[in-house]
């Protein structure tokens, strides 16, 4: 799987917008960029993914750069609940085998 | 809510012994998978069981097995327990085989005494 370079840690005030970046310069044309977060030591939970094209559903909204360097996740309008280690994962599905390998991910903290 | 369920949720035991973790995948999901997130390790990916059959191996131990049985729901058999495989345990299900989207359950927290 592509590796995945994210900044260790963001603070974000309450009621902006959080913008995550995320590289991965090594991805292959058919590798997904999904993001999970976790909070606490909750269950990782899903957030988002995409190919190419940018995606958007209730969470969150997900940028892929044309070349597919790199991504942006953002969250429109944080919330202190939205503090969170944020991981971003390049993943293959191949048949037969499907594993996320997580990194370090960045620790998001929203601040009132 | 994710849908998967965990039990238990805190397990405390001694070096030695042998545990064993539960999972119960979401509704219609045939895929289950296993991670260990432990303080140094981060979260590693142990295992991959689709209906019923193994499918993927991680960085798993000798040590620990797993099954998934005909209803579909999963167990993570731990043995011969050392201090350091006390860790968060996830288990996580998707739809189908490869290329669906992962959900995971609250976890186990092991801790060995």
């Known amino acids: 799987d592509a590796k995945t370079t994210q900044p260790t840690s963001m603070d974000c005030a309450e009621g902006r917008a959080a913008n995550l970046p995320c590289n991965h310069s090594?991805?292959?044309?058919?590798?997904?960029v999904y993001w999970y977060r976790q909070i606490h030591s909750q269950g990782p939970q899903y957030i988002i993914h995409g190919l190419k094209n940018n995606e958007t559903n209730e969470m969150a909204s997900l940028i892929i750069t044309e070349d597919r360097k790199s991504s942006t996740l953002i969250l429109p309008h944080a919330t202190l609940r939205d503090t969170a280690v944020y991981y971003c994962?390049?993943?293959?599905?191949?048949?037969?085998?499907?594993?996320?390998?997580f990194g370090q991910g960045t620790r998001l903290t929203i601040n009132p | 809510d994710s849908g998967v369920t965990q039990t238990p949720k805190h397990l405390i035991t001694a070096t030695g012994q042998r545990v064993t973790l539960r999972c119960s995948p979401r509704?219609?999901?045939?895929?289950v998978y296993w991670y260990q997130q432990s303080l140094d390790q981060g979260l590693q990916f142990l295992i991959q069981?689709?209906?019923?059959?193994?499918?993927a191996k991680g960085n798993i131990l000798e040590r620990f097995s797993a099954q998934q049985f005909p209803d579909l729901h999963s167990e993570l058999n731990l043995s011969s327990l050392e201090l350091g495989d006390s860790a968060l345990y996830f288990c996580?299900?998707?739809?189908?085989?490869?290329?669906?989207?992962?959900?995971f359950g609250p976890g186990t927290r092991l801790t060995v005494l």
């Open positions: 069981y689709y209906n019923g059959e193994e499918r």
């Open positions: 994962i390049v993943r293959v599905p191949i048949q037969g085998a499907q594993k996320l390998v």
């Open positions: 996580a299900s998707s739809l189908g085989l490869s290329g669906d989207t992962q959900y």
């Open positions: 090594t991805i292959s044309g058919n590798e997904y």
């Open positions: 509704s219609g999901d045939l895929s």
